[in-house]
């Protein structure tokens, strides 16, 4: 029997995938493309796997913990003691790459509650915990609000669950059309989804700004955060979840926990809406977080110092980075993540793309109508950033 098209579900033939950053076989390159942390774990989260793998090796033919108590209470825990900001974090002690300090919030970033273990919902990665706040609070009778230009897994989601989209244009200097936004959510008693700071531009907008937005936004519906990148210089939107219910923050341990190739997300709202969220994973995959996994989470999470300083080197170096590219004619958009989105007036996006890549180097290059004049660049460490500052200069 041959294959025919006819084997394929409409839901199938009308999926459209997301395009992740390039993952080069063919040669070695100086990855910034996929707005990876270039530095490496905790000391403490190598020993902890390594450890665990040793020590505890029957437990890796054993079903984890379903439901990450241990994972969760930690995450809560480092929260409460950085405020969700690592790049603020007050640091005492410990040694000099952070790993062992006793970390405390910044007076901007302090919560005024404690988060708890029951605030937390822990998933493999925060695209799959994202699937499951799609499939909990978003459905197909009215559109979904968010900016045109946002992180494009939302559209991908949406398409997979049949959820319509009402996609904001951003306004002339890139930032969210909040007024639009909101808007539009109240005209079609809708839900509200953007990161913050927003991606691929990396403007993020102010908790009173978000706390404004909340407000007026429709109240029955789930207004939802993704702070991927918050930790480089945004403001977390944690404290507000003491006055709203219906506000989802979802978080990742892939930027700034150093962590993308252990695939670990969380989500942090109110006990009711995790149990929603847990409802879903339960019915899709009772045990979504191995061993492992769980296990370099939790160490990361007690080693927070370490991670601090990571996204203090990181802030530092993408604020040189912006300025000496400013100095030399590109449009920089302020960034507040791990990357920059920058282009020059008469100059192909796409042809430096490729110049940059034939040095050796990977950088971002959407083909999207409406950015794609634009780069966008991870920031990479300071001898990374020193070598594409030196090919750029060269192109």
Known sequence: MRYTSSMISARMKNLHPYVPGEQPKDREYIKLNANENPYPPSPLVRKTVVCAAKKFAKKMGLYPDPDSNELKTAIADMLNKTGGVLCRTELKGGKKNGSGAECSPAAADKIPFAVTPDMIYCGNGSDEVLSFVFYAFFDSDRPLILPNFTYSFYPVYAGFYNVPLNQVPLKADWSLDREKMLSEANAAESSIIFANPNAPTGIGLSRDE??????????????????????????????????????????????????????????????????????????????????????????????????????????????????????????????QTNFVFVRKEGHSAEEAYRKIKQAGILVRHFSTPGIEEFLRITIGTHEQMSELKRVMESI
């Open 210 to 335: 978000v706390r404004t937005m909340i407000k007026a936004a429709p109240k029955d519906r789930v207004f939802v955060v993704d702070e991927a990148y918050v930790d480089f210089g945004g403001e977390s939107c944690i404290p507000l979840l003491a006055e709203f219910t219906n506000l989802v923050i979802v978080r990742t341990f892939s930027k700034s926990l150093c962590g993308a190739g252990m695939r670990l997300g969380y989500v942090v709202s109110s006990p009711e809406l995790v149990n929603h969220i847990t409802t879903v994973k339960n019915s899709l995959n009772h045990f979504p977080i191995d061993f492992l996994s769980q296990q370099a989470g939790i160490a990361a999470c007690k080693d927070a110092g370490y991670y601090a300083v990571c996204a203090k080197k990181v802030a530092e170096e993408r604020d040189s980075f912006s300025e000496f590219l400013r100095e030399r004619g590109w449009f920089v958009i302020p960034s």
